[in-house]
């Protein structure tokens, strides 16, 4: 009985491990963070999602969210698959105000809310010096 043990353990230890990775949320990766813009107030931001389940196809447009805040979309490159569970998508968005945010989500029918978020601001203006004086 305790040599069946020795064999049949390992392979429950290994099931429970297998189960416990299937259960994770799917990462989700905003660069750069905190995002500067240029002086026209235009910045991209490059999404990066890796996603944890076999058959989730998470990285499409219906089941990933992106909602901009304080900024508008001017245009994306379209979620590609760079290997096997990673896929990226890089968002050019202009700035609306002074600053805004941009929000990355998607809700896993297994785990619940992936989300990441990221701050946009425009650049701060250098002080000019008066050498007058």
């Not at 949320?25 to 389940?53: D, M, R």
Request: hydrophobic share 40%; with cysteine.
């Amino acid at each position: 009985m305790a040599r069946r043990c020795f064999y049949i353990m390992p392979l429950v230890v290994l099931l429970l491990l297998v189960q416990i990775r299937q259960a994770s949320a799917c990462e989700i990766h905003l660069s750069p963070n905190p995002a500067v813009s240029n002086s026209e107030g235009i910045v991209t931001i490059n999404i990066v999602v890796k996603w944890e389940h076999r058959k989730c196809l998470l990285a499409t447009e219906e089941e990933m969210r992106i909602d901009p805040t304080g900024a508008e979309i001017i245009e994306q490159s379209g979620w590609r698959m760079v290997k096997r569970g990673y896929y990226v998508n890089d968002v050019k968005l202009r700035l609306t105000g002074s600053e805004g945010s941009l929000r990355v989500w998607s809700e896993c029918k297994k785990k619940g809310v992936s989300e990441s978020t990221v701050k946009i601001v425009r650049p701060q203006p250098v002080p000019q010096k008066n050498w007058a004086g």
